[in-house]
């Protein structure tokens, strides 16, 4: 088992920033991307942004490209999500995943096999 716990989250103005932690421990060697997604109150739950653990390569939803950040410390096991030029829109529950699959797939719907319990971001306008 693989256990994630989201950190960061909080109240911002728009076009502030936030910057999300996830720290992951567990059965962690088996994880090949890291990923955080969103839920806004009344929508289904949506891809943000993706990461390999060993190259780092990033993958990223059209509606966060040039605002946000994916990256990862591997000697921590902690993947992070740098949110600039926030919008009243971004305002969601970000849940950290981790699974067995390229970054490149890990939007599917099942693909990720691990969750956090999410971290709230307000962006208040």
């Known amino acids: 088992q693989v256990q994630l716990v989201e950190s960061g989250g909080g109240l911002v103005q728009a076009g502030g920033s936030l910057r999300l932690s996830c720290a992951a421990s567990?059965?962690?060697?088996?994880?090949?991307?890291m990923g955080w997604f969103r839920q806004a109150p009344g929508k289904e739950r949506e891809f943000v942004a993706a990461?390999?653990?060993?190259?780092?390569?990033?993958y990223y939803a059209d509606s966060v490209k040039g605002r946000f950040t994916i990256s990862r410390d591997n000697a921590k096991n902690t993947v992070y999500l740098q949110m600039n030029g926030l919008k009243p829109e971004d305002t969601a529950v970000y849940y950290c995943?981790?699974?067995?699959?390229?970054?490149?797939?890990?939007?599917?719907?099942?693909?990720?096999?691990?969750w956090g319990k999410g971290a709230l971001v307000t962006v208040a306008s």
């Open positions: 990461i390999s653990w060993s190259e780092g390569t990033t």
């Open positions: 995943a981790a699974g067995l699959v390229p970054p490149s797939i890990a939007a599917l719907r099942g693909a990720m096999n691990y």
């Open positions: 567990g059965r962690t060697f088996n994880i090949y991307t």
